[in-house]
Protein backbone atom coordinates (compact mmCIF):
# COMPACT_ATOMS: atom_id res chain seq x y z
CA UNK A 1 0.00 0.00 0.00
CA UNK A 2 2.82 2.56 0.90
CA UNK A 3 4.53 1.98 -2.58
CA UNK A 4 0.91 3.06 -4.18
CA UNK A 5 0.93 5.81 -2.47
CA UNK A 6 4.67 7.00 -3.24
CA UNK A 7 3.62 5.90 -7.03
CA UNK A 8 1.05 7.93 -6.71
CA UNK A 9 2.82 10.99 -5.67
CA UNK A 10 5.51 10.82 -8.09
CA UNK A 11 3.46 10.86 -10.51
CA UNK A 12 1.25 13.77 -9.66
CA UNK A 13 4.24 15.93 -8.95
CA UNK A 14 5.60 14.87 -12.47
CA UNK A 15 2.16 16.37 -14.04
CA UNK A 16 2.13 19.18 -12.24
CA UNK A 17 5.18 20.62 -12.59
CA UNK A 18 4.22 20.74 -16.88
CA UNK A 19 3.57 23.92 -17.31
CA UNK A 20 2.90 26.24 -20.28
CA UNK A 21 3.66 29.78 -20.80
CA UNK A 22 1.79 32.53 -22.58
CA UNK A 23 2.98 33.93 -26.22
CA UNK A 24 3.82 37.24 -26.69
CA UNK A 25 4.07 39.28 -29.83
CA UNK A 26 7.14 41.82 -29.76
CA UNK A 27 7.21 44.73 -32.48
CA UNK A 28 8.90 48.15 -32.86
CA UNK A 29 7.52 50.34 -34.96
CA UNK A 30 8.59 53.91 -35.42
CA UNK A 31 7.27 56.24 -38.18
CA UNK A 32 4.87 53.40 -39.42
CA UNK A 33 7.95 50.93 -40.47
CA UNK A 34 6.71 48.20 -39.14
CA UNK A 35 3.07 47.80 -41.08
CA UNK A 36 2.24 44.48 -38.81
CA UNK A 37 3.02 46.02 -35.98
CA UNK A 38 0.46 49.22 -36.52
CA UNK A 39 -3.10 49.21 -35.66
CA UNK A 40 -5.15 48.05 -36.38
CA UNK A 41 -3.14 45.18 -35.11
CA UNK A 42 -4.48 41.53 -36.74
CA UNK A 43 -2.56 38.18 -35.64
CA UNK A 44 -3.18 36.52 -38.50
CA UNK A 45 -0.04 38.31 -40.46
CA UNK A 46 2.09 38.53 -37.72
CA UNK A 47 3.69 35.27 -37.33
CA UNK A 48 6.93 36.58 -37.75
CA UNK A 49 6.87 38.37 -34.52
CA UNK A 50 5.08 36.25 -32.07
CA UNK A 51 7.36 34.74 -29.24
CA UNK A 52 6.35 31.27 -27.33
CA UNK A 53 7.09 31.06 -24.01
CA UNK A 54 7.29 34.90 -23.45
CA UNK A 55 10.32 36.05 -20.66
CA UNK A 56 10.49 39.20 -18.74
CA UNK A 57 12.03 40.69 -16.31
CA UNK A 58 10.95 40.97 -12.45
CA UNK A 59 11.17 44.11 -10.50
CA UNK A 60 14.27 43.64 -7.85
CA UNK A 61 15.62 40.85 -9.86
CA UNK A 62 18.16 39.83 -12.09
CA UNK A 63 17.45 37.58 -14.95
CA UNK A 64 14.33 36.51 -17.43
CA UNK A 65 11.38 34.54 -15.89
CA UNK A 66 7.96 33.38 -17.92
CA UNK A 67 5.44 36.61 -18.34
CA UNK A 68 2.35 36.56 -16.68
CA UNK A 69 0.97 39.39 -19.00
CA UNK A 70 1.26 41.22 -22.23
CA UNK A 71 1.67 44.94 -22.50
CA UNK A 72 1.28 47.20 -25.59
CA UNK A 73 2.42 50.23 -25.48
CA UNK A 74 1.50 53.18 -27.68
CA UNK A 75 3.16 56.90 -27.92
CA UNK A 76 4.35 59.60 -29.88
CA UNK A 77 7.79 61.26 -30.09
CA UNK A 78 7.89 64.95 -29.89
CA UNK A 79 10.77 67.12 -30.67
Known amino acids: MTWKIFLTSLLLIGICSIASAIDCFKCVSINGDNPAC ?3 FHNNSTVGILESNC ?3 KKGRD ?3 PASSCLKL ?3 YDM
Open 38 to 40: EDP
Open 55 to 57: MGG
Open 63 to 65: GLF
Open 74 to 76: SGV
